[in-house]
């Protein structure tokens, strides 16, 4: 996690050594929800092993809208660091083993380091750029062309999730995706 967090920006060895203490690793099964709609997230996610899927909800109809991976914080929307009401469920897709801090812990860190708040902002960055890239591929790109490049930037997640929610994450319907499969 510490490498994934200096991708984004230099923290302070002091920083590192407050947070360790704070951070907790927990195993989740599949199938289990880590944040459901409706609530207001009390954790962050950050993925050591495993996969990890978004159900947005539009017209009461739920559509895979995001995967995480591992190596990937669990930036779900509106985020942990707003406290707003999760709009989304967040939903373990394979046995995980994960890396959590609660809120209340991390605004202790927050407010200790200069650093926190520009690496938090970063990270929003990061996973609001991918999201705006995710939903210009379904406008601009073919069902064949997203399909590819999702085989080549997700193959992990072949045979762990179900091809409903790879079609559902890719705007394509189940039986059209099988064509490309």
């Keep these: 996690m510490l490498d994934r967090m200096l991708q984004f920006d230099a923290i302070s060895p002091g920083f590192i050594a407050l947070m360790k203490p704070l951070l907790g690793l927990i195993h989740i099964e599949k199938g289990k929800l880590l944040l459901s709609k409706g609530q207001k997230p009390t954790r962050v996610w950050y993925v050591l092993k495993g996969f990890v899927k978004e159900t947005s909800y539009d017209s009461g109809i739920g559509r895979t809208s995001w995967f995480w991976v591992e190596g990937d914080f669990v930036y779900a929307y509106p985020g942990f660091f707003s406290q707003g009401i999760a709009i989304n469920d967040i939903e373990v897709i394979d046995e995980a083993v994960l890396i959590e801090i609660s809120y209340e812990k991390f605004m202790e860190l927050r ?71």
């Design 111 to 181: 407010n200790g380091f200069d650093e926190v708040p520009l690496l938090v902002e970063k990270i929003r960055d990061y996973y609001d750029g991918q999201r705006l890239a995710h939903a210009s591929d379904l406008l601009v790109l073919k069902a064949a062309d997203r399909f590819k490049k999702f085989i080549l930037e997700n193959k992990k997640l072949f045979g762990v999730a179900k091809r409903r929610d790879i079609a559902s994450f890719l705007g394509i319907k189940d039986d059209s995706l099988r064509r490309f499969g």
